[in-house]
């Protein structure tokens, strides 16, 4: 098993979602052998959003081979869709940032949701290029989302949902911690609904071969 993390926190290891993530992959280590487990983690705070050479790429009939601009941010869209490739299940943590993914998430999908390498357009629409995996995302809020309790509106699960799916990628679980800015209780309590939630999970292993 090949796990791809891509934390999407400002505030890293010490976020809400980043501690939701490593609930999920100590599931997936134990429906698994773990002395087979592979990390990879990824820290999309860090990473520029994606460059004019990019933009120019994009909107061309081919993917250009350099020259004497370079290929700008293409180099790590290539790395960056390569580590998806080699990843048999990704995890991505999340916070939700005005009512959606965080900026930090959006410039990973600007790099990875790319024309003929990721997605074709046909016809019917965008049809996905990567083989179908598990994607587990770690969603952390300040306030409820979701349920009786929500009074804002969410915009993070089916935007995530609908633009994975763009590039193959339709086996999309979430699991949330919500209501984090209401108090050391509600926290609590919105930890264990995320256990519960993550008991009713099948954490399914793929064959090797489904990787790539
Ligand atoms: C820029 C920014 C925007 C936010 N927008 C929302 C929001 O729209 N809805 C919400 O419930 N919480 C919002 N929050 C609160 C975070 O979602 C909350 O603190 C969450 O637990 C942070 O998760 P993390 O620890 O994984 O970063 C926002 C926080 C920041 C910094």
Known sequence: MSILRICCSPQGLASESYRLSQRIVERLATAGPSDRMDIVEFDATTLAHADGQYAVALASPVDPEGGAGG??????????????????????ATPMHNFTVPSSLKAWLDHVVRVRNTFHITPQGKVGLLKDRPVYVAISSGGAFSGPEARQPDFLTPYLRHVLGTIGLTQVTFISVESTARGPELLEEARQQAEIALDRIAFDLLPEEMIG
Not at 71 to 92: F, K, P, T
């Open 71 to 92: 290929r700008g941010s293409l180099g790590m869209s290539d790395q960056l869709i390569r580590m998806l490739e080699d990843a048999s299940h990704i995890v991505v």
